[in-house]
């Protein structure tokens, strides 16, 4: 493999739920992010993983947020399979994941909030060491499946692995009965490894964990996300075409919409937005705009010191700070001057906190 970290996406059965967007001809794919490369390889159920996906040791969960308890995880498996590497062979540290989240496979027709997309949470994974990402479609065929079967099938037969990291509140099988202790057995039974992670907390006692980050981004907290989570909260999305009113009041916006049921508090948030290789400090509005009730929320970035057309293309949003809730403000002149002050405030406090050398976004002080 590869010197720089490199992640493999291994999908067990193809899934028509989420857009991977690759050519499913093609068995690797590269993906670029900075200098490092994610190599991509799509199975189908009938395949079995390239050899070099064997023999990993692979953390088990969903990974939502890829949040300071998940790189526990990662940062196991990772010291894990550098030990284990001897001799020039390098012994792949991975996860395994289900898509779709299963609390959307059994409630689909609420909305769940999902911290992270497939394609940012590979990115996260990436950027963590992380080789090996290993998908496992959730249908109901893989929900009614008793756990010592799923050991049997995705552990051993396909990915024959020599190790296993799950979290303390890790359940998996039918009706949830895959538990911390029948895996520790099921390792025993099949000679692979075991280690149970405990929970993973704050100097102060908080727990990591994505509701408590779904919890400080529905009250605005993005900042104490931010300190749960270990980097930015991040958005994406492509520009549409919105209503112009940000133009015709001198701040023209891309206009993103968010997947349904994101809970983030309506109201004015400093951010950092990445176009392509540049990143830019911005302002950013996500709200129902009351003022001129043009309907439901959507996220408005303008960036500062950009000049270009931005339709069409993909824009990623890392949260810095909340600097105030939603008003309505009586009158577009009203709005026009809130909105330079917004600007002038969110460009003042990002002056104040570093990029790293590759543009990835993380809280200063952690």
């Not at 990993?56 to 947020?65: L, P, R, V």
Request: proline share 4%; glycine share 10%.
């Amino acid at each position: 493999m590869a010197d720089v970290p490199a992640i493999i996406l291994a999908v067990i059965d193809i899934l028509a739920v989420i857009d991977l967007s690759i050519d499913r001809a093609l068995q690797r794919y590269p993906i670029a992010h900075g200098d490092k490369v994610c190599h991509v390889l799509v199975l189908t159920k009938h395949e079995k993983p390239a050899d070099d996906m064997r023999g990993g040791i692979y953390a088990i969960g969903n990974f939502d947020g890829v949040h300071l308890g998940h790189q526990a995880l990662l940062n196991d498996i990772r010291a894990s399979a550098d030990a284990a590497s001897i001799g020039g062979v390098r012994v792949p540290a991975g996860v395994i994941m289900f898509e779709p989240h299963p609390r959307q496979f059994f409630s689909p027709n609420e909305p769940h909030f999902r911290l992270t997309t497939l394609d940012e949470k590979l990115r996260l994974l990436a950027l963590h060491g992380i080789d090996v990402a290993v998908i496992v479609d959730f249908d109901g065929a893989r929900a009614s499946q008793e756990p010592e079967d799923f050991v049997t099938e995705v552990l051993i037969d396909r990915l024959g692995v020599s190790g296993v990291v799950i979290g303390y509140d890790f359940h998996f099988g039918r009706r949830r009965r895959g538990t911390p202790d029948l895996m520790v057995d099921a390792g025993k039974t099949h000679g692979f490894k075991v280690r149970v992670i405990e929970p993973q907390r704050r100097s102060d006692g908080e727990l990591f964990s994505s509701s408590s980050i779904r919890a400080c981004l529905a009250a605005g907290d993005v900042t104490g996300a931010a300190n749960l989570l270990g980097h930015y909260w991040r958005v994406s999305g492509v520009v549409e075409k919105g209503y112009q009113l940000g133009t015709d009041l001198g701040f023209p916006t891309a206009n993103i919409a968010l997947p349904d049921g994101t809970e983030l508090a309506h109201g004015i948030y400093a951010v950092r937005v990445s176009v392509g290789d540049a990143v830019y400090d911005g302002a950013a509005y996500f709200g129902g705009r009351p003022t001129v009730n043009t309907g439901a929320a959507r996220l408005e970035v303008f960036l500062m010191d950009f000049s270009g057309n931005l339709y069409g293309g993909t824009l990623h949003v890392a949260f810095v700070q909340h600097l105030r809730g939603d008003k309505d403000f009586g009158s577009l002149d009203a709005l026009k001057d809130q909105i330079s002050r917004d600007c002038a405030e969110a460009r003042e406090l990002l002056q104040t906190i570093p990029r790293d050398t590759e543009g990835v976004l993380v809280p200063a002080g952690l």
